[in-house]
């Protein structure tokens, strides 16, 4: 079960993420429909490269199950994606919080080049719903909008919603 929360970021200025871990994520989704989304990854941490196959299903308010497996290079070249689906490539930086949290930064690159969102999983929906924020995060976008969301809509679609949610938060 994964608990996750999502904020698009007000500022990035006051971050230095050159201290931070990072890798590279780049994921195709190849099924979506209201209860699943399938998807094929690539991750690369300075010179090491991994696959997954992740299945999602079951999302209930701030949770999903989620099955994720290591699979091949190989496994991963043959599994299609879906030709209507926008590819997502990004740069996750992970930063530590407090209660042995970690904040995951993604900064998108390509189509979504420009769009920063940051993520905390969580251990239970009561720290989920108890945590305090950092200062930076900006409106919550949970159950708004997903990775899974960008590869299946409109690159206009997405950047119009991201307008939509200006931070009024003080």
Do not use: C
């Not at 992740?54 to 290079?73: C, F, H």
């Not at 930064?105 to 420009?114: A, I, T």
Request: glycine share 2%; aromatic share 10%; charged share 30%.
């Amino acid at each position: 079960m994964e608990i996750e929360r999502r904020f698009l970021v007000k500022d990035l200025s006051k971050l230095d993420l050159s201290q931070y871990r990072h890798k590279r994520i780049i994921q195709d989704y190849l099924y979506k429909d209201r209860f699943t989304a399938i998807r094929k990854r690539k991750t690369v941490i300075d010179d090491n490269v991994s696959f997954t196959y992740t299945v999602k299903t079951k999302k209930i308010g701030i949770s999903v199950n989620e099955l994720e497996n290591e699979i091949s290079e190989d496994e991963y070249n043959s599994l299609k994606v879906h030709s209507n689906f926008n590819h997502i490539d990004k740069t996750r930086y992970i930063i530590p919080y407090m209660d042995n949290l970690n904040i995951e930064l993604d900064v998108f690159n390509d189509n979504f080049d420009g769009i920063v969102f940051a993520e905390i999983e969580f251990k239970s929906e009561e720290q989920a719903n108890s945590v305090k924020l950092p200062e930076w995060f900006g409106n919550e976008i949970t159950n708004k909008l997903t990775n899974s969301d960008m590869a299946t809509r409109s690159i206009d679609e997405i950047l119009t919603f991201i307008k939509s949610q200006t931070d009024t938060r003080n």
